[in-house]
T-cell receptor
Framework: AQSVTQPDIHITVSEGASLELRCNYSYGATPYLFWYVQSPGQGLQLLLK??????LVQGIKGFEAEFKRSQSSFNLRKPSVHWSDAAEYFC?????????????FGAGTRLAVHP | NAGVTQTPKFRVLKTGQSMTLLCAQDMNHEYMYWYRQDPGMGLRLIHYSVGEGTTAKGEVPDGYNVSRLKKQNFLLGLESAAPSQTSVYFC?????????????FGAGSRLTVL
């Protein structure tokens, strides 16, 4: 069955430090992969997506993600975190499941940023 | 601003009461979705619609009904609320229904059932 695993529930980093959020997926076909961010009290905003081609994908707000088929991973990275990056981050895979196309979300990783 | 608007943003219900959440989008999207978000479980699809007048069940449809009488609106109803329906509900819409299509989300509606 298709699934998305985000191993880290909470991560705390210092402002200016680098960040990597992990995401592993299980999907038999070529996946469509997404990272969304949810700021407190807000809806989900798309950070970036991978469909095909270059495995390193650039997104908004200085984020990037790398698709590694051999590891079934799509980790999100940022070289220098800003206080405004504190939010919850969701990895998702687009899948055909149960007779329809849908997004399967991971449980999310909550990021805290220390000044 | 263009996008997806949900009303109300907050609601408290007693067990057994009914209510309707309204979702409106002004992007002329064909597809609309209702998700619920619970701690540690990500987002789970309740119902979705592939166009005006159509609805379909997602992965957790029990206890909910939906209607799409107008293309821009997607209503989520709870006929008899239960504490297990305490959650944050998100509406989303998309141009198409492919596995690679991007969803635009509303800001969410927090529902508490006592």
């Amino acid at each position: 069955a298709q699934s998305v695993t985000q191993p880290d529930i909470h991560i705390t980093v210092s402002e200016g430090a680098s960040l990597e959020l992990r995401c592993n997926y299980s999907y038999g076909a070529t996946p469509y992969l997404f990272w969304y961010v949810q700021s407190p009290g807000q809806g989900l905003q798309l950070l970036l997506k991978y469909f095909s081609g270059d495995t390193l994908v650039q997104g908004i707000k200085g984020f990037e993600a790398e698709f590694k088929r051999s590891q079934s991973s799509f980790n999100l990275r940022k070289p220098s975190v800003h206080w405004s990056d504190a939010a919850e981050y969701f990895c998702a895979v687009g899948a055909f499941s149960g007779g329809y196309n849908k997004l399967i979300f991971g449980a999310g990783t909550r990021l805290a940023v220390h000044p | 601003n263009a996008g997806v608007t949900q009303t109300p943003k907050f609601r408290v219900l007693k067990t057994g009461q009914s209510m309707t959440l309204l979702c409106a989008q002004d992007m002329n999207h064909e597809y609309m979705y209702w998700y619920r978000q619970d701690p540690g479980m990500g987002l789970r699809l309740i119902h979705y619609s592939v166009g005006e007048g159509t609805t379909a069940k997602g992965e957790v449809p029990d206890g909910y009904n939906v209607s799409r009488l107008k293309k821009q609106n997607f209503l989520l109803g709870l006929e008899s609320a239960a504490p297990s329906q305490t959650s944050v509900y998100f509406c989303a819409s998309s141009f198409a229904l492919g596995t690679g299509d991007v969803l635009t989300f509303g800001a969410g509606s927090r529902l508490t059932v006592l």
